[in-house]
């Protein structure tokens, strides 16, 4: 696979900002990993599973969240959001819709990183496969 832009030099920002330039809508988009990514290493991953993780994330997306993540953790969704949108997320109409939204696809509860987001949350606290970290200091 090849990537012309990375081949002339292009670094992300100049691609960026050479997209704002000639207006292109990808320009402040945020780039996204695969959604793989938002389960522990060892789940066993189906389409529906991911079908519902990604009906989650369009209902952020729908807020008009620009960088996020929902982290499946069982029953559970664990939201990650950018840290200055958190408070956006306890705004009474979009957490009722949010909290809604989520129970709609399977999940149990839904529950907010206060961290925020960030790339390689699933690898904090030694989370192997689906199994919590040891609490114990």
């Known amino acids: 696979m090849r990537s012309p832009l990375l081949e002339n030099g292009l670094s992300k920002e100049e691609i960026r900002a050479l997209s704002r330039i000639f207006g292109l809508p990808t320009a402040d988009k945020g780039a996204f990993a695969c959604l793989s990514s938002r389960f522990p290493y060892g789940t ?5 599973t991911l079908r519902r993780v990604e009906a989650c994330e369009e209902i952020l997306r729908g807020f008009g969240f620009r960088q996020f993540r ?16 958190i ?22 509860y839904v529950a907010v990183d206060l961290k925020g987001y960030r790339t390689g949350s699933m690898n904090e606290g030694g989370v192997v496969s689906g199994q919590p970290p040891d609490l114990d200091p």
């Open 44 to 48: 066993t991953i189906d389409a529906e």
């Open 87 to 108: 408070p956006r997320l306890f705004e009474p109409e979009i957490s009722e819709a949010v909290h809604a939204g989520f129970q709609a696809n399977g999940f149990l």
């Open 70 to 85: 929902v982290r499946v953790h069982a029953r559970v969704a664990r939201i990650e959001v950018g840290p200055e949108e």
